[in-house]
């Protein structure tokens, strides 16, 4: 298993993979649940990611539609599902002539992402490429589990608003050993922040 700082690193790298192979840009949700990705990752023109976010386009795009009911990897002129708002024929407006969509991983955390180009199809190959980053980033950005009680100790003492000394006290520790178990939470959970590895215990019903 690999540990979560290398995880971070891994999605980095990913993700710069990803911006090299789609030069019209892309957006990736990661572990979609609950209609909410865990991480967004979005490198359209800022115009028309403007134009899709106020006119609420996620909750018709065809290509959601399709990643939430398949999984694989498709092109978007061989997709067959509904376009009312013609969704895909705007983004043409902005670059994205051509592109692919991908589906990763169970309905629960599915992980489903539009990739584009403005001069051509992508091939077989290059979509072999983008399916397999794809599945490298969903299983990178999966957060462990495997939280200490002492860990979670720590984390719910922040979590209910004490300053770190004020929660070693309480905790019986050091402030030094209180900042450790913090950091391995964050790690752990693939969080930045404490505040972050917070939320996300929540999320999964650690604390």
Known sequence: MINQATGIEAIELGLSRL?????????????????????????YDPRWIDRYTARGYMMCDPLISWGIGSTGCVRWSEMNHPDPHDILGQAMEFGCRYGVAISEGPTGSRSIGGFARGDREFTDAEMQALAATVKALHRDSTPRTDVTKGQRHALRTIAAGHRYAEAAVLLGISESALKARLKACRERLMARTTAEAIQRAQELHLL
């Open 19 to 43: 911006k090299r192979m789609c030069p019209s840009g892309f957006a990736l949700g990661l572990h979609i649940r609950f209609a909410s990705a865990r991480i967004m990752i979005q490198t």
